[in-house]
Structure formats: structure tokens, C-alpha cells
């Protein structure tokens, strides 16, 4: 059974930081581009960055271009999502994704594999 786990939310003021972690297990996601989306009440579910498995190519969304850090350490089948500079308007549910391909893509029905979301709240 393949599983995705969110860590790492949590409640933080403006101008914080937060570092989101995705755990992958079940099987490896060796050559799998993995991502990271938002939603937030009301609204779909939208892209925030991606990283293919060499971590050589990474994507952002201009929301969070220059705050927001993706990264991933394929020995602990883990990726990262680093979050500088947090406003309100970052508060949403934050899901961890696999594709079943090295492409990146920006598109959350690219996407096979989804975790269950860790909750990110930033106060003004």
C-alpha cells in the first residue's frame, strides 16, 4: 500500500517559517517527480512546487517564487517544502504528491499519489 504523510504544519505568524516534510512508503518513488499543492476553503486545490527525482529541475508556483524551497532526499524517501517569509493569504491544507513519471507537471490530475494534507495557518 502505497502511502504519502504531511508533517510539519502548523500555526505561525507572519514573516515565519515552516518546513513541511512528505514521507513516502509502500514502494520507492525512484525517478518519480513529486509536488506540492494547497487548497484553502472554497477554492481547488492548487500548485505550489515540484522536483523531479534528481532534484535537478524544480517548478514554482510566482506565489511563492523566492519564499518557498523544495527539496528531497531519495534515501529517506522524503520531500521537503521549505517555507520563508509566510503571509495569511499561505494559510491552506498542504498535500504532498507522486507522479508516476520524471516530468514535472503543474496539474493536480498528473498526479497518482496523494497524502492525506497537514494544515498550515499563518496569522497576521
Known amino acids: 500500500q502505497v502511502q504519502l504523510v504531511e508533517s510539519g504544519g502548523g500555526l505561525v505568524q507572519a514573516g515565519g517559517s515552516l518546513r513541511l516534510s512528505c514521507t513516502t512508503s509502500?514502494?520507492?518513488?525512484?525517478?518519480?517527480?513529486m509536488g506540492w499543492f494547497r487548497r484553502t476553503p472554497g477554492k481547488e486545490r492548487e500548485f505550489v512546487a515540484a522536483?523531479?527525482?534528481?532534484?535537478?529541475?524544480?517548478r514554482y508556483a510566482d506565489s511563492v517564487k523566492g519564499r518557498f524551497t523544495i527539496s528531497r532526499d531519495n534515501a529517506k524517501n522524503t520531500v521537503y517544502l521549505q517555507m520563508n517569509s509566510l503571509k495569511p493569504e499561505d494559510t491552506a491544507v498542504y498535500y504532498c504528491?507522486?507522479?508516476?513519471?520524471?516530468?514535472?507537471?503543474?496539474?493536480?490530475?498528473?498526479?497518482?499519489?496523494w497524502g492525506q494534507g497537514t494544515q498550515v495557518t499563518v496569522s497576521s
Open positions: 509502500g514502494r520507492t518513488f525512484s525517478g518519480n517527480a
Open positions: 522536483i523531479t527525482w534528481s532534484a535537478e529541475g524544480t
Open positions: 504528491a507522486a507522479r508516476a513519471s520524471e516530468v514535472i507537471e503543474t496539474a493536480k490530475y498528473a498526479y497518482r499519489y
